[in-house]
Structure formats: structure tokens, C-alpha cells
């Protein structure tokens, strides 16, 4: 698998970039890990900002409001009771929920893989030699994605981020920057284009690449 290369101004290189197999080239694609993968992310995410009130937080219905008999109603004894107006809520949100969702990690890297390889498949992705806006400014982020031909919704991968690039791509529309080693499902499947700079590829190649048994069970150990 090939991506179109490009130098750092955004000129064209005739040879383009070999791309990881390991990485690039998963084969077939587990649709159910890849929606898995997607809706963890989203879960770990999610703000647990939703509280509703139960009866006993609801202000007032200390009175009982009729005598317990002799009225031909039926019984209560306050009126913050789930059923009546103005009440608790008797089964809402408290606040309290856990909404997080573990994956393991070998999981989540085969996802990440699957998702880069369909990115791959469908031309998504260029590489460029170095992401070094020279004044950084965003009108230069700007011009040089559409040299590169990054339309839409794109995710540039840098092997490092600092606040000159923080500064070049703040403002750019529809631009999503992310460090090499924490790429996500959610981004990459998000994206329309995806720009890395060749430093970026070769962390990504060393994270997601097949390793030797040996290495692996020694990560494993630590």
C-alpha cells in the first residue's frame, strides 16, 4: 500500500511512500470491534452532568396534605410523591452513574489498525516530510492543506506537538491535530483526509507494527 508524499511546502514527491502492511493493510475488517472501539471512546468521554432531584431533595410537601381517613381520597402523605406535579423523580439520573467502558488494549490496537487500514483503501492518507509552519500562522496551515488536497474533516499527525504548531492550527476549520502515539478509532474514522509527517508515520509503524513474541511478553511484564 502506497500514500502520496510530500515535501514540507506541499510540492508533490514522484515517489510515494511505502506504507506498513502490519498497520496499513488489515484484512478483513471487524466492523462490531470497530463500533465497539468507537462507542468506548465516546463513553469515556461522556460528562456525567445530568442529576434530577428525588422527593426527599425536592423543597416543601412536609404537610400531609388531607387527614389519613374520612376524606373518600385516596391516602398520601406529601405532596413532592413521584405521581404528583412538582414531585421527585423516582428513577432519574443521580449523578452518580459510571459510564465508562473498558476495552482491552490488544483490541483497541487491531481496531486502530482496521480503521487506518480502511483510510488507506479509500486514499485518505499523505504524508508529508515535516509539518514546520514557518511563521505560524494559520493562512499557512491553510494554503498548505490545500495543496496537499485535505479537504473536509482533516486529522494532521504529528510526532510532536508544541505551541508553534498549536498556534498555526488553532483557528483552522474542520482541522484536527493529534500526537502520533494517541491516535484513536474515533478520529481516524471521523476523518476525510489524514496528513502525517514522516517522523509521525515511523512512531505510528513502531506502536501498531507486528513485534516478536519476545518483545511483546516482556510489555506485557511491565
Known amino acids: 500500500m502506497d500514500a502520496l508524499t510530500y515535501t514540507k511546502t506541499g510540492t508533490k514527491v514522484a515517489t510515494a511512500t511505502k506504507l506498513d502492511t502490519a498497520v496499513f493493510t488489515v484484512v478483513p475488517t471487524n466492523h462490531e470491534l470497530l463500533k465497539l472501539a468507537y462507542t468506548t471512546y465516546l463513553a469515556n468521554g461522556r460528562e456525567n452532568l ?81 509539518f514546520e509552519p514557518k511563521d505560524a500562522k494559520v493562512s499557512q496551515t491553510v494554503d498548505l492543506l490545500q495543496k496537499l488536497d485535505a479537504k473536509g474533516n482533516v486529522l494532521l499527525v504529528v510526532s510532536e506537538k508544541n505551541e508553534h504548531i498549536e498556534r498555526a492550527t488553532r483557528n483552522v476549520p474542520s482541522l484536527t491535530i493529534s500526537h502520533a502515539n494517541y491516535l484513536n478509532v474515533f478520529t481516524v474514522l471521523n476523518a476525510d483526509a489524514i496528513v502525517l509527517t514522516k517522523p509521525a508515520l515511523d512512531m505510528v509503524s513502531a506502536w501498531l507494527g507486528v513485534v516478536p513474541k519476545a518483545a511483546a511478553a516482556e510489555g506485557d511484564k511491565s
Open 50 to 130: 445530568a442529576i434530577t432531584k428525588t422527593r426527599g431533595l425536592v423543597r416543601g410537601g412536609g404537610k400531609k396534605p388531607w387527614q389519613q381517613k374520612g376524606t373518600g381520597r385516596a391516602r398520601v402523605g406529601s405532596s413532592r410523591v413521584p405521581n404528583w406535579r412538582g414531585g421527585g423523580i423516582a428513577f432519574g439520573p443521580t449523578g452518580q452513574e459510571n459510564y465508562s467502558m473498558r476495552l482491552p488494549v490488544k483490541a483497541k490496537r487491531l481496531a486502530l489498525r482496521q480503521a487506518l487500514s480502511l483510510a488507506a483503501a479509500d486514499k485518505k492518507i499523505r504524508v508529508i516530510e515535516a
